[in-house]
């Protein structure tokens, strides 16, 4: 069975921290979960209201919907170690993509 | 008046808080933040939520909270005990929560820079929504320890300070304190909202909580200095007693009232005056209560309306007295005309017993009131809150253009001075003193009219007896001296003569 990832990734406007925070996240994704994912981008500046929802502070956050548990990781996600831990990735990422349970 | 001609006047907003838009001068300055500053217990959120309360209740000016510390549904429940429906605000549009508490249960994980871009949309999405013209941040501390970098939550904050500005809000930060006396805030926060700074306090005095307001700046614009008691009261939220910013404008009447005892009014030149503060001190048992209640009984019959307020004896123990006197305070209750309030001291703070006393003389509407004992009330307080105390009292009292007569009792059975009397002497218009007199192995009474400010009075000490038709004054004590400082001294009537002799020959001179 394949568990499908569910990421949302919050972010304030189309700045060089978002532009960061997309790309280390990209490059994340594609190196350990290839196709097995779904990525939204939301911009809190245009839908305020599912920042209100979700009752996020910080920009950039990213929000790991699915599988659960439900975890937040807050930052442009420089720091692959810590998105690989938030994600429950194994820390290698040169590892096979890990998504079989 | 003295200020920049180039940089227009801040303007005030009335925060409508009961009491503090006195000692603010009108209010906080508006489209500005404003830090509210105070240790764990010092009302902080009460505060941050009744600003944006009284905004809806009285100014029709919608608000937003932005919570950093308890949950929402806390806030809404902890407030309805206020007297605010939060829920039906809410509802009508007219206060919107931003919730930034902690949530419990969830991990978060730091990975590389982050800002608080999504806070301030939030806030400023809230802010449109409902048009607010105010809001409350509460409080600083809490998103200090959310995010562990202090760096920036600071630098974030004070974007969204600017940003309330650009947007013509007014705000309420509230930030804690780890004491009463000491720097104004902890995390620094006061480095960007530095212009306007108030204190609360819920200090340890004598054994006895005292909380106090104390605004700090307001740059640019007028307050009031120093710290003002203030109080929570259910239903009504935090209530400032303004004392220096009481204003002494009491209009003094030349109209004369009669004390209910037609000796002591001769004695008075003509009874007390209308608007004026009597103070009736003597040992315990000297005829306070008597003279407190002659003062309702010649209200009374002249169609007055009384109000009593007795914190020593219970109401059975008070009319049964009166009776005694031939006083019957039950018809003249029946008739509306008198109100008696019996309460012990120890029920409530001074704080409470002042806005309940002044919330009973607004409803009763009384010609005259009097309160029986000051001293007892003392008990319960600092002396510089009961000092406090008794001047709001007085003002207050002055301002209903009505007479109102307090009790003292001193300590000691021969007279002396009471605490109550040193505190509060110089702000009664009148001072009657009662005292016991050793005479030959007999105990008399004794009574004079010590002060009587704007009139002539009678300087005698008179004695005086109580049968069950009330005070009947006498003649003067003619062969003791020393009475009042509670060391009666009899002199040889020879020896008076003498004395009295001495004077008339130099009048007769003249």
Redesign the interface.
């Known amino acids: 069975m394949t568990s499908k990832f569910v990421l949302k990734l919050?972010?304030?406007?189309q700045t060089p921290?978002t532009e960061?925070?997309i790309q280390?996240l990209r490059r994340i994704c594609e190196q350990n979960l290839g196709s097995q994912y779904q990525l939204f981008v939301i911009d809190?500046?245009e839908q305020?209201?599912l920042?209100?929802q979700e009752?996020?502070?910080?920009?950039?956050?990213l929000i790991k919907e699915l599988p659960p548990?439900?975890?937040?990781?807050?930052?442009?996600?420089?720091?692959?170690l810590?998105?690989l831990?938030?994600l429950d990735l194994p820390v290698h990422p040169t590892g096979t993509g890990g998504t079989q349970e | 008046m003295t200020q920049n001609p180039r940089q227009p006047a801040i303007e005030k907003l009335p925060t409508g808080i009961n009491g503090f838009d006195l000692i603010a001068n009108g209010g906080i300055p508006a489209g500005r933040t404003t830090l509210v500053s105070g240790t764990a217990g010092s009302a902080k959120t009460v505060f941050a939520a009744q600003f944006l309360a009284e905004g809806i209740r009285k100014y029709g000016e919608p608000g937003v909270f932005v919570t950093f510390e308890e949950p929402p549904s806390d806030i809404r429940r902890n407030m309805e005990s206020l007297g605010w429906d939060i829920p039906t605000w809410e509802s009508e549009g007219r206060w919107a929560f931003v919730d930034a508490s902690p949530q419990p249960g969830e991990e978060v994980l730091f990975a590389g820079n982050y800002d608080l871009g999504a806070l301030l949309a939030r806030i400023e999405n809230a802010v449109r929504r409902i048009g607010a013209k105010r809001l409350s941040m509460d409080s600083l501390g809490a998103i200090f320890t959310q995010f562990a970098d202090s760096a920036v939550v600071r630098r974030e904050l004070f974007r969204v300070v600017s940003a309330l500005k650009r947007m013509g809000v007014t705000a309420i930060m509230t930030g804690e304190r780890t004491q009463e006396y000491g720097d104004i805030a902890r995390y620094g926060v006061e480095e960007f909202v530095a212009d306007n700074v108030i204190i609360l306090r819920n200090a340890l005095e004598d054994e006895k909580r005292r909380r106090t307001i104390e605004i700090l700046k307001f740059r640019g614009t007028s307050h009031q200095k120093g710290e003002f008691p203030f109080t929570i009261m259910s239903g009504e939220g935090m209530v400032v007693i303004p004392l220096s910013a009481i204003e002494l404008k009491q209009r003094s009447s030349d109209i004369r009232i009669t004390s209910g005892n037609p000796e002591l009014d001769r004695m008075c030149g003509g009874g007390f005056f209308r608007d004026s503060i009597i103070l009736v001190s003597g040992a315990t048992g000297t005829g306070k209560t008597l003279m407190t209640t002659e003062f309702m009984a010649g209200g009374v019959n002249r169609g007055e309306r009384c109000l009593l307020f007795a914190f020593e004896e219970s109401r059975e123990q008070l009319f049964r007295n009166a009776t005694g006197w031939g006083v019957d305070f039950e018809q003249m209750e029946r008739d509306g005309l008198l109100r008696v309030v019996c309460e012990y001291p120890e029920t409530a703070g001074l704080e409470d017993h002042l806005i309940d006393m002044k919330k009973l003389i607004q409803e009763f509407r009384p010609n005259r009131v009097a309160v029986d004992s000051l001293s007892a009330l003392e008990r319960v307080s600092t002396i510089r809150g009961f000092r406090e105390f008794v001047i709001s009292l007085t003002s207050f009292i002055k301002h209903q253009e009505i007479a109102g007569l307090f009790t003292a009792t001193t300590p000691s059975l021969m007279g002396g001075e009471s605490v109550t009397e040193t505190h509060i002497s110089t702000l009664t218009d009148s001072i009657i003193l009662l005292r016991y007199v050793e005479m030959f192995g007999e105990m008399r009474r004794g009574l004079t009219v010590l002060k009587m400010r704007g009139s002539m009075h009678d300087k005698d000490i008179r004695e005086f007896t109580i049968d069950n038709r009330g005070m009947h004054i006498g003649r003067p004590f003619r062969q003791v001296t020393g009475i009042l400082s509670g060391n009666p001294i009899h002199i040889a009537p020879g020896e008076i003569d003498r004395m009295n002799q001495l004077f008339n020959d130099e009048s007769e001179q003249t």
Request: avoid cysteine; charged fraction near 25%; aromatic fraction near 2%.
């Open positions: 919050y972010v304030t406007g921290r960061r925070a280390n809190v500046l305020p209201h920042a209100e009752r996020i502070l910080a920009t950039p956050t548990p439900v975890r937040r990781i807050i930052g442009d996600l420089s720091d692959t810590k998105v831990q938030g």
